[in-house]
């Protein structure tokens, strides 16, 4: 399985952004998928994960905020990002789990997942 993530930018405060996670060589259907972002010199941090029954966790810092959702037809996987803040500026990666219930579980354990992309930078800034 290679997941590709793409749709980061520079966005103005207040602004939104939708990222995609598209998957490869196998059907992303049977996985629980989750979306991290990461600054430099501080841990991976687990803010949203969608389980294959499309059970969905998001973390406090984006709750309200961002949206996840899933489009098995076309292997796809999505982060809606809404009313961004200069706080949300990240490398964002999504990343696939053979758990396919981990939303309801530890979505936001790094080591639960099996599969990484590369990443996407995102940039909030005036």
């Known amino acids: 399985l290679q997941l590709a993530e793409s749709g980061g930018g520079l966005v103005h405060p207040g602004g939104s952004l939708r990222l995609s996670c598209a998957a490869s060589?196998?059907?992303?259907?049977?996985?629980?998928i989750g979306w991290f972002r990461q600054v430099p010199g501080k841990e991976r941090e687990g803010i949203s994960c969608?389980?294959?029954?499309?059970?969905?966790y998001y973390a406090d810092s984006v709750k309200g905020r961002f949206t996840i959702s899933r489009d098995n037809v076309e292997n796809m996987v999505f982060l809606q990002m809404n009313t961004l803040k200069p706080e949300d500026t990240a490398v964002y990666y999504c990343?696939?789990?053979?758990?396919?219930?981990?939303?309801?579980?530890?979505?936001?354990?790094?080591?639960?997942?099996?599969?990484w992309g590369q990443g996407t930078q995102v940039t909030v800034s005036s």
């Open positions: 990343a696939a789990s053979t758990d396919s219930d981990l939303a309801g579980t530890h979505p936001e354990v790094v080591e639960m997942y099996d599969y």
């Open positions: 060589g196998r059907n992303l259907e049977y996985y629980a």
């Open positions: 969608i389980s294959k029954d499309g059970g969905t």
